[in-house]
């Protein structure tokens, strides 16, 4: 299996951007989380799903962020419109069970937001 | 505030010492997690504690963990220089709390040849 495929690797744009992460979890794994990792506040919980259905977006900053999972095969995190302090790491993770065991995480994408 | 703190932020060693890093959390747990990340790259899980556990060996690491005091511990033997990677606890806090494991701040560990 090819794991967590996240695209793009990295993503450099201009404030007030749209931005579009990209994410592929591992076939048959039924949960996905979208993680953001900075050197000021670590890895923080954004959103997950179970099913395709978002379970708890408690995480997700505001309302300039939003996720979508149309399939068990492909989700999107879209930044709209992006600020330079939402540069960061994002992460996303599959899980083949609802429960909290042994994520699998995907490379990242790199957002530089200028 | 986050759930887990490493302990120490940063520790450095030479090739075949054993490297220990040390988990605290604030709130009960379901069980514990220690992953790797590799500068650059994902996580990676290394290995999954219970609450009704203490102790749990996966090569050469051994996790340990005291509910009472609320913390764990990670020991790698024998570390190489591929051990060199930022290590973090994560937490899985109760039973409203699926699906949200939240993770500590890290200890970056570097192993010398």
């Not at chain 1, 992460?21 to 591992?26: A, D, G, Q, S, V």
């Not at chain 1, 300039?64 to 149309?70: E, T, V």
């Not at chain 2, 030479?14 to 590799?38: D, F, V």
Request: hydrophobic share 35%; aromatic share 8%.
């Amino acid at each position: 299996d090819a794991g967590v495929i996240q695209s793009p690797r990295h993503e450099v744009t201009e404030m007030g951007q749209e931005v579009t992460l990209r994410c592929k979890p591992i076939s048959g794994h039924n949960s996905l989380f979208w993680y953001r990792q900075t050197m000021m506040r670590g890895l923080e919980l954004l959103i997950y799903f179970n099913n395709n259905v978002p379970i708890d977006d408690s995480g997700m900053p505001e309302d300039r962020f939003s996720a979508k999972m149309p399939n068990a095969s492909f989700s999107t995190l879209k930044i709209q419109p992006s600020e330079p302090r939402d540069s960061a790491v994002y992460f996303c993770a599959s899980s083949p069970r609802a429960t909290n065991e042994k994520l699998f995480f995907g490379s990242g994408t790199q957002l530089s937001v200028l | 505030s986050q759930q887990g703190e490493e302990d120490p932020q940063a520790l450095s060693i030479q090739e075949g010492e054993n490297a220990t890093m040390n988990c605290s959390y604030k709130t009960s747990i379901n069980n514990l997690q220690w992953y790797r990340q590799n500068s650059g790259r994902g996580l990676v899980h290394l290995i999954l504690i219970r609450s009704n556990e203490r102790e749990k060996h996966s090569g050469r690491l051994r996790v340990t963990l005291d509910t009472s005091k609320k913390s764990s511990s990670l020991l790698i033997t024998a570390s190489r220089a591929a051990d060199t990677a930022s290590y973090f606890c994560a937490t899985d806090v109760g039973a409203d709390s699926w699906g949200k494991l939240q993770f500590g701040a890290g200890t970056q560990v570097v192993v010398t040849p």
